[in-house]
């Protein structure tokens, strides 16, 4: 039998054994009196198996139990009053969201009533933020290798024609 075969057996038999089911192999023994290797790991993971038989249980102390149950207690507390505390939170996040919300919305409108209220309204407002039709055929017509100090010039100037179409 080959070594490899002989091991896989060997931990099948400790899983076995551990299990409660007995197995002989006898083709594992004979490897096992032949094989010095296989014999010696086979004491190796039989000595946690004989150790464990051979040792006391452990006997805990009368107040063993005591201080456990009382851990135990006293983590239950802890966890239940964590819980209430987060069982708040959220109620208070529940009433207090609504009336943040309608609190920031009442600023926005007075915010956005005051901007309205200063600030006049004319074309020249809207100007800034869009481009007429005429300065984007402009601008397209312009490719970007035909920009000089001249054409820039020729740009700003029709800029301000088109501010003041009274002038032209």
């Not at 099948?12 to 094989?35: M, N, W």
């Not at 966890?79 to 600023?107: D, F, H, N, Q």
């Not at 700003?156 to 032209?168: C, G, H, K």
Request: aromatic share 8%.
């Amino acid at each position: 039998m080959d070594c490899k075969i002989a091991r896989q057996r060997l931990f099948d038999r400790l899983d076995a054994e551990i299990d409660g089911v007995v197995s002989s192999d006898d083709e594992l023994v004979a490897h096992l009196e032949a094989c010095a290797a296989c014999r010696r790991e086979c004491r190796m993971l039989s000595l946690p198996r004989a150790a464990a038989k051979a040792a006391v249980p452990m006997e805990a102390s009368r107040w063993f139990y005591q201080k456990l149950s009382s851990r135990i207690r006293a983590a239950e507390d802890d966890e239940a009053r964590g819980a209430a505390s987060l069982k708040a939170v959220w109620k208070l996040a529940y009433r207090m969201v609504p009336a943040l919300a309608g609190i920031t919305l009442v600023l926005i409108a007075i915010f956005v009533w005051q901007q309205a209220r200063l600030a006049p309204v004319s074309a020249d407002n809207y100007e800034r933020f869009f481009v007429s039709d005429e300065s984007t055929q402009r601008m397209l017509s312009v490719e970007q290798n035909d920009i000089t100090y001249e054409s820039v010039l020729t740009a700003l100037a029709e800029r301000q024609l088109d501010r003041f179409p009274s002038t032209r």
